[in-house]
């Protein structure tokens, strides 16, 4: 058991499968009070009647007053789980840019802004950002979310330098492809990229909670990320172009 989170106060977005029901399962199994968030209301529910938790449904923006109230008035984790795995390029669809900001990243950015000052009156709390290898690398053939994943990237890091001093406690969760409803939903450059390396909900769950043990900022399922990130970092041009021509497989295997 993870002492960290023994009757902690626990939030989880978009728990209402995937990576999200995951999280709640292990964090209930680790002795927590889970609320269980999801847009679908049924599926929130299913969860939390499985886990023994407490189902809130709703936009993920705007559920914090009451899930903090169905926890007995204190948050002490919130998991920002809720995400859109939007594809397509810088054609598409302002409103298709609009919705990937809005849940990939001012969904966190609202949520912390509830949850900061009482965290920061009592000098403790933990974030647990759900991003994606793509915040720290990209994805063909989805602009909109490896863009927007860069954001949630780029929050969560604030929060932690900024906050760390103060208490609060950042995670980010960076897998690449998860066997979930958003890895079927990516198509073609989700099989050619993600599917050959793809893993369980309940490995990002594992990886998550060896982080919050070893206390890391930066939690990587896929261990091969961290190479993946430092070569980009080093050789920004050569990643580029190994890069491009995946993209330009991915486009002869659709011609075909």
């Avoid at 999200?20 to 847009?39: I, M, Q, S, T």
């Amino acid at each position: 058991m993870v002492e960290a989170v023994q009757d902690a106060g626990v939030v989880v977005t978009g728990a209402g499968g995937g990576i999200g029901a995951a999280l709640a399962r292990r964090f209930a199994a680790e002795g927590a009070r889970v609320v269980v968030n999801d847009l679908d209301a049924g599926r929130a529910k299913a969860v939390a009647d499985e886990i023994g938790g407490i189902a809130v449904p709703g936009d993920a923006s705007v559920i914090v007053t009451e899930a903090r109230e169905a926890l007995g008035g204190t948050v002490d984790v919130y998991c920002a789980n809720a995400g859109v795995g939007s594809g397509g390029s810088e054609a598409a669809p302002e409103a298709v840019w609009a919705l990937a900001w809005d849940v990939n990243v001012m969904a966190h950015v609202r949520a912390a802004h509830e949850l900061l000052p009482d965290w920061l009156e009592r000098g403790s709390g933990r974030f647990v950002s759900t991003v994606s290898a793509a915040g720290l690398l990209t994805m063909i053939g989805a602009a909109p979310y490896s863009v927007t994943k860069h954001g949630a990237y780029a929050f969560a890091e604030w929060l932690s330098l900024t906050y760390r001093h103060r208490g609060v406690k950042v995670h980010a969760i960076c897998p690449q492809g998860v066997r979930t409803d958003m890895l079927t939903a990516s198509g073609s450059a989700g099989e050619l990229v993600l599917q050959p390396t793809a893993i369980e909900p309940e490995d990002v769950a594992d990886a998550l909670f060896k982080g919050i043990e070893e206390d890391r900022f930066l939690v990587l399922p896929h261990p091969e990320v961290a190479e993946y990130y430092q070569a980009r970092a080093a050789e920004p041009d050569r990643w580029l172009h190994g890069m491009n021509r995946l993209q330009r497989q991915w486009e002869e295997a659709a011609a075909r």
